[in-house]
């Protein structure tokens, strides 16, 4: 699967009429890089990320979505994403880390969307655990979708390179995820308006409160540091598993970082009017 394959894609021209983010201004989504003026309720750090992304049709997207979201598009294509990662120093903002708790692993399936007045964010439709007090206390406190997993990494500190597994309980060992990667070539930030911004740098996420709600949350982090990555091993299973139709091909674009530290802020209510 991918054996020493180093992607290097040229992602699609911004400043071309059909390599447009058109539902969203530039401005708008370098304002959310701004730290929100209050006091956030926790912190964490996010280590050896993978972003593996399949294009996806919009229309295909945009019936999985609750109303007052809408499919935020590049290249007139939805983006759908993988993600594996380490999950370090959790704990809320008036306690400390806790042995055992605040370290796991965590695997994401999201794509991108914006609500009526255009906020951009981030969609989960699962991030598997493997620490079963994280899963109940974000499914409880912050309404996402985490699903409690068997999970299992390792990291060289130097290269980082990681080998990775993950099974979501419940799921047969055939569906088992792998992956193996490794982050190449100089760091950097991806540019503002390119298609990494579009994909990486992302600061709000939305969640499903039912009843027709919706409620979003601001996080903050200094650009991400990413880096083009050579991808030995990946899994597109994930996909599967949300009802969505596994692409069950290489994924169309692939990035690392070696990680940032977060501060995470309470949810607020959306408005799903325009």
Same mark, same amino acid.
């Given at each position: 699967?991918?054996?020493?394959?180093?992607?290097?894609?040229?992602?699609?021209?911004?400043?071309?009429?059909?390599?447009?983010?058109?539902?969203?201004?530039?401005?708008?989504?370098?304002?959310?890089?701004?730290?929100?003026?209050?006091?956030?309720?926790?912190?964490?750090?996010?280590?050896?990320?993978?972003?593996?992304?399949?294009?996806?049709?919009?229309?295909?997207?945009?019936?999985?979505?609750?109303?007052?979201?809408?499919?935020?598009?590049?290249?007139?294509?939805?983006?759908?994403?993988?993600?594996?990662?380490?999950?370090?120093?959790?704990?809320?903002?008036?306690?400390?880390?806790?042995?055992?708790?605040?370290?796991?692993?965590?695997?994401?399936?999201?794509?991108?969307?914006?609500?009526?007045?255009?906020?951009?964010?981030?969609?989960?439709?699962?991030?598997?655990?493997?620490?079963?007090?994280?899963?109940?206390?974000?499914?409880?406190?912050?309404?996402? =979708?985490?699903? @409690? $997993?068997?999970?299992?990494?390792? /990291?060289?500190? !130097?290269?980082?390179?990681?080998?990775?597994? &993950?099974?979501?309980?419940?799921?047969?060992?055939?569906?088992?995820?792998?992956?193996?990667?490794?982050?190449?070539?100089?760091?950097?930030?991806?540019?503002?308006?390119?298609?990494?911004?579009?994909?990486?740098?992302?600061?709000?996420?939305?969640?499903?409160?039912?009843?027709?709600?919706?409620?979003?949350?601001?996080?903050?982090?200094?650009?991400?540091?990413?880096?083009?990555?050579?991808?030995?091993?990946?899994?597109?299973?994930?996909?599967?598993?949300?009802?969505?139709?596994?692409?069950?091909? =290489?994924?169309? @674009? $692939?990035?690392?970082?070696?990680? /940032?530290?977060? !501060?995470?802020?309470?949810?607020?209510?959306? &408005?799903?009017?325009?």
């Amino acid at each position: 699967m991918l054996a020493d394959r180093v992607f290097r894609q040229t992602p699609p021209d911004p400043l071309q009429k059909d390599h447009r983010m058109p539902s969203t201004t530039l401005q708008q989504r370098l304002q959310l890089r701004e730290r929100p003026p209050r006091r956030p309720v926790m912190f964490q750090s996010w280590r050896e990320l993978l972003f593996l992304h399949w294009r996806f049709d919009a229309d295909v997207v945009q019936k999985t979505l609750p109303a007052g979201l809408h499919v935020d598009t590049f290249d007139d294509a939805a983006w759908l994403g993988v993600v594996p990662f380490f999950m370090r120093n959790i704990r809320p903002t008036w306690f400390c880390s806790v042995p055992g708790i605040s370290n796991f692993l965590e695997l994401n399936l999201r794509t991108y969307v914006h609500d009526e007045q255009g906020r951009p964010g981030v969609w989960f439709y699962s991030l598997d655990a493997n620490q079963p007090v994280a899963v109940h206390t974000a499914r409880r406190f912050f309404r996402l =979708p985490y699903q @409690h $997993a068997r999970m299992q990494a390792i /990291v060289a500190p !130097e290269s980082g390179h990681v080998k990775y597994r &993950s099974l979501r309980r419940g799921q047969p060992v055939s569906a088992e995820s792998r992956f193996e990667y490794e982050p190449t070539g100089p760091v950097r930030e991806a540019e503002p308006g390119s298609f990494e911004f579009f994909l990486v740098e992302r600061y709000v996420l939305i969640a499903n409160l039912g009843a027709g709600r919706l409620a979003s949350g601001q996080v903050h982090h200094v650009p991400y540091p990413v880096q083009e990555v050579n991808v030995i091993e990946w899994d597109s299973q994930i996909i599967d598993l949300a009802g969505l139709p596994n692409p069950d091909c =290489p994924p169309d @674009h $692939a990035l690392a970082s070696r990680g /940032v530290d977060v !501060e995470i802020f309470g949810l607020e209510r959306v &408005s799903c009017e325009r």
